[in-house]
């Protein structure tokens, strides 16, 4: 007689071993258990069958399958808050997991005009996967021999390059998997990302709290930038022109490198009260994103020269509870996302800075995120060796953001100088009439370089981040 296994929610399908009874030893006799336990038992077997078989119907990618079981509609009236998983009840964000590592999803794009996904994870592999369908369709070879920890791609989705803890960047053909190049160095590599042109790749360096700028296609060296941080970088990427680079480091430091003078043109020192975590352009090149430990984001004008010692920038704040750990722009720049510490990813509306909704659903912290070329989608990637796939192309039609817009009082206007369109509060009793957005705003007179309301005393209480400590 094969031995039965323990009962979970999600495996309703599954034999049961059922718990010990409560009663003492000698009350029952060997092999019974009381009525209650059986009771309890097998109400939640029965509870968790319609909870499972409705998400699978509930897939947004899955819409023209059959679900493997159909339900009496009375079996089918389950409270929104179980259909919806961990979403607000309100927040109904149509969403795909994508299982398939075994580790923590460090680095997560979307590739070949959002048709495919590409992942990297400290389980050592890349993955290219199906965005339709949610299924592995290569694990590059010739793979990392330690965790990855950054991946990019090229802009027409030609090639993939790694960076892992091997202290190597791996470089393939996206579409046959064809190992192209290997480059070592003498130190760990942190980030490395594509210049936008192809032409390039930046990698980040941990001990040499350098950058090394590449050759993409000779496999040579254009320049090596030892120190130019004081301490590890954490992210660093090409401007749109691929001509800037732009890093970021636990020392609270942005600073801009220019690849043809070969020279820094812009510093922003102590830009965050705690390590800055990651960085990103708008595809205008104009604005600069930083998200930090500190658990805000700055949006900076790394433009024009009269910024150099600090920067203008606006202030992200109250999008999460913990530390910020990744951010990308829509490519219009009309909103902003971030994955955090608290295991959530925050969407911003960039025009007035203020959180628009927040998914939740991840187990552990989320390590990426990035948005499809058409805003439709957001993959993020997260510790829990999961990556989620979500459907905001209703986003503004959802009852929590309607129900939230109303309690601001929130109007859309658009930019007199860029015709942007942008949000205002109508019950704002200022003197002073926006007529601009917040990037012409920030462009035009510049705001204060920290905008931001915590006192000092605040930020010296906030939490360790992960990897290091608050007085990092």
């Known amino acids: 007689m094969a031995s039965p296994r323990r009962c979970s929610p999600t495996a309703p399908d599954r034999e049961c071993k059922l718990p010990p009874p409560s009663a003492p030893a000698g009350e029952y006799p060997p092999g019974k258990l009381s009525w209650g336990t059986l009771a309890r038992a097998l109400g939640r077997f029965r509870m968790s069958i319609p909870h499972t078989r409705l998400l699978a119907t509930l897939d947004p990618l899955a819409l023209d399958r059959e679900p493997p079981l159909q339900l009496s509609p009375e079996k089918q009236q389950m409270p929104e808050k179980l259909i919806w998983g961990d979403q607000e009840p309100l927040s109904k964000i149509p969403f795909k997991i994508l299982s398939g590592h075994e580790h923590a999803v460090s680095t997560c794009h979307f590739c070949v005009d959002d048709t495919k996904l590409l992942s990297g994870s400290h389980d050592c592999t890349v993955k290219l996967w199906d965005a339709v369908d949610g299924s592995v369709v290569r694990n590059f070879e010739h793979r990392p021999k330690a965790p990855v920890v950054e991946c990019s791609i090229t802009a027409d989705s030609s090639r ?13 053909d996206l579409e046959t998997g064809k190992l192209l190049w290997k480059v070592r160095y003498d130190t760990f590599i942190v980030s490395c990302k594509f210049s936008p042109d192809g032409k390039y790749v930046v990698s980040g360096f941990d001990v040499d709290h350098g950058i090394c700028i590449m050759d993409a296609e000779n496999i040579t060296t254009v320049s090596v930038i030892k120190d130019h941080h004081t301490r590890t970088i954490t992210s660093c990427c090409f401007d749109p022109d691929s001509q800037r680079v732009a890093s970021v480091s636990l020392d609270r430091c942005i600073k801009i490198w220019d690849v043809t003078s070969q020279a ?16 990103c352009f708008t595809f205008s090149g104009h604005f600069l994103c930083t998200s930090s430990w500190d658990k805000n984001l700055k949006i900076w004008n790394v433009h024009t020269g009269e910024f150099r010692n600090r920067g203008a920038c606006v202030t992200l704040m109250q999008g999460h509870e913990g530390s910020v750990s990744s951010c990308h722009f829509a490519r219009d720049s009309s909103f902003l996302i971030s994955g955090g510490f ?7 509306d960039v025009a007035e800075g203020y959180r628009k909704l927040s998914l939740k659903g991840h187990n552990d912290w989320v390590m990426d995120v990035a948005i499809s070329n058409n805003k439709k989608w957001i993959l993020s990637a997260s510790k829990d060796t999961t990556m989620r796939l979500w459907n905001i192309e209703e986003i503004d039609e959802i009852p929590l953001i309607i129900k939230y817009k109303k309690a601001m009082g929130l109007k859309v206007k658009q930019c007199e100088r860029c015709d942007r369109p942008f949000s205002i509060f109508k019950s704002d009793t200022s003197s002073e009439v926006f007529t601009q957005c917040v990037f012409c705003r920030i462009d035009t007179r510049g705001l204060p370089a920290d905008t931001s309301s915590s006192s000092s005393s605040e930020r010296e209480n906030l939490p360790p981040p992960p990897g290091g400590s608050k007085d990092d």
Request: hydrophobic share 45%.
């Open 160 to 172: 993939v390059i790694a960076a892992s803890y091997d202290k190597t960047v791996r470089a393939w």
């Open 264 to 279: 820094t043109l812009l510093t922003i020192t102590k830009a965050h009260s705690n390590a800055i975590s990651n960085c």
């Open 342 to 348: 608290d295991r959530t990813v925050a969407i911003w």
